[in-house]
């Protein structure tokens, strides 16, 4: 079992920054892919970033390539999400995620253990 705490979310005005943190605990997870997902009220959810635990690859949704910035300290267990440039589009609850496998997925339904969510609000 894998246990997932994000933590960071808060208001901000558009333009400014914040960092989500992801904690992660329980199994050996050296062969897992951590992701960043958000929900907007009345949407799906959707990917917005992953990465692989060991290392090498990184995705990110086009609509927030350039501005968010995914990271990972594997002495902490610990995922980033810096994100930048932020935009009263970027509001919705980020989830952070955790995938068995080494396959990076873009799909929710392709991870297999999810935190409770962060809220982030971005005012214009």
């Known amino acids: 079992q894998v246990q997932l705490v994000e933590s960071g979310g808060g208001l901000v005005q558009a333009g400014g920054s914040l960092r989500l943190s992801c904690a992660v605990s329980g199994r050996a997870f050296e062969s897992y892919v951590m992701g960043w997902f958000r929900q907007a009220p009345g949407k799906e959810r959707e990917f917005v970033s992953a990465i692989r635990w060991s290392g090498g690859r990184i995705d990110y949704a086009d609509s927030v390539k350039d501005r968010f910035t995914i990271s990972r300290d594997n002495a902490k267990n610990m995922i980033y999400l810096q994100m930048n440039s932020l935009k009263p589009e970027d509001t919705a609850v980020y989830y952070c995620?955790?995938?068995?496998?080494?396959?990076?997925?873009?799909?929710?339904?392709?991870?297999?253990?999810w935190g409770r969510g962060t809220q982030v609000t971005v005012s214009s």
């Open positions: 995620a955790a995938r068995i496998g080494i396959a990076i997925m873009t799909t929710k339904d392709k991870y297999d253990y």
